[in-house]
């Protein structure tokens, strides 16, 4: 009985150490639990640079369709932080891909060109409105905002509408007609000695195509002014100083250059760029060089403040009627017929390397 006893209870203790080892072993080849706090922290900080961001051409905006390609990286990192199937090589995996495309976004943050001796950047993304003096906004650092004015009557008494810019966005360009135009106040730092124009443009289809069609002007051929012609073709004149000349030139009239070689598309977006300085004249379309001009001197400084006209050739306020002598004529003058966008000023001659990045900022 004595033996009997001690059988069953060395059985019932095997029975246990054997239940134990089972334990431990259940206990030690159990999967460890998914750490997704680092994973979630990264998701937050994404979609809070993404809700912060702006796309545009501006420095400090992103280039445009960068924050739909960062929102489709968080998109795909939420999915993963959600299932809860999901293995620590998942979430890992997932946490380098967002973090992979944090960094490709931060690389498409816009960065300012020739920064130094950009006088005027109005990119007109923030307008909603196009009422009579609504302010269009300066993204060149330098305050030189703008404000809508109503053309003269003369012309039609047009005022700006919203457009489509070259991406099709909607309400991000500026339609231009009947002397519509942006003024923007006189500052010796838009009547530089030297400079460069760069803006979009896409003229309305016309036929016999307009002439004297505005796109920036500073007191018309006294001062300078960047238009299409009826050839059709882009077209800068300037009133210039030279006094390597013989005899000096001061504020001879004028230089008046086009860009010599092809058409100036109807119709189509196009980029258009001048500029005026170290002897040259120059016209890029679509960033490439188009026409070089030799043309020494510098852009003659106004003896009489003019404010910087976009779409039309002169203030409206300033026109007159009468007499056709007055250098303020309303008949002599122009406006733009089309949509225009993106247009920035330098005091400085960008070079071709320059434009071509403008472009490619720019382009569609």
């Not at 039609?156 to 909607?170: F, N, V």
């Not at 009627?321 to 089309?338: A, E, K, L, R, S």
Request: glycine letters at 8%.
């Amino acid at each position: 009985m004595k033996t009997r006893k001690s059988k069953f209870l060395i059985y019932a203790a095997t029975l246990l150490l054997f239940a134990g080892s089972m334990t431990m072993c259940s206990e030690d080849d159990a999967t460890p639990p998914v750490d997704k706090v680092a994973f979630e922290a990264a998701i937050t900080a994404a979609q809070t640079l993404y809700d912060g961001a702006k796309e545009g051409v501006a420095a400090g905006n992103y280039l445009k369709g960068s924050k739909a390609e960062l929102q489709t990286a968080i998109n795909a990192a939420k999915t993963v932080a959600a299932d809860l199937t999901a293995t620590q090589e998942q979430v890992t995996a997932a946490t380098a891909s967002l973090s992979s495309a944090v960094a490709t976004f931060q690389g498409k943050l816009v960065t300012a060109i020739d920064p130094a001796n950009l006088a005027g950047q109005w990119t007109f993304d923030e307008i909603t409105a196009t009422a009579a003096n609504t302010v269009v906004k300066d993204y060149s650092g330098n305050n030189r905002d703008g404000q809508i004015k109503v053309g003269h009557p003369y012309f039609g008494s047009g005022l700006i509408a919203l457009a489509a810019d070259r991406y099709g966005i909607a309400g991000k360009a500026l339609a231009f007609d009947k002397g519509s135009n942006v003024e923007i106040p006189y500052s010796a730092g838009v009547n530089p000695a030297q400079m460069s124009i760069s803006l979009w443009a896409k003229p309305t289809v016309n036929s016999p195509v307009v002439n004297n069609q505005y796109m920036v002007s500073m007191n018309r051929w006294n001062g300078y002014k960047f238009q299409f012609q009826d050839t059709p073709r882009a077209f800068f004149t300037v009133t210039y100083d030279d006094p390597t000349a013989d005899p000096p030139k001061v504020k001879a009239c004028c230089y008046d250059r086009d860009q010599d070689v092809g058409k100036a598309e109807q119709g189509v977006w196009h980029h258009y760029v001048v500029t005026f300085g170290d002897g040259r004249m120059k016209f890029y379309i679509d960033g490439f060089s188009v026409k070089d001009w030799e043309n020494p001197g510098t852009v003659s400084t106004l003896e009489t403040p003019v404010n910087l006209v976009i779409g039309q050739d002169l203030p409206t306020s300033i026109y007159v009627t009468t007499p056709d002598t007055n250098p303020y004529y309303v008949n002599y003058g122009g406006f733009f017929i089309g949509a225009l966008d993106e247009v920035r000023m330098y005091k400085s001659v960008l070079t071709a390397a320059q434009v071509n990045s403008i472009y490619d900022l720019e382009k569609p």
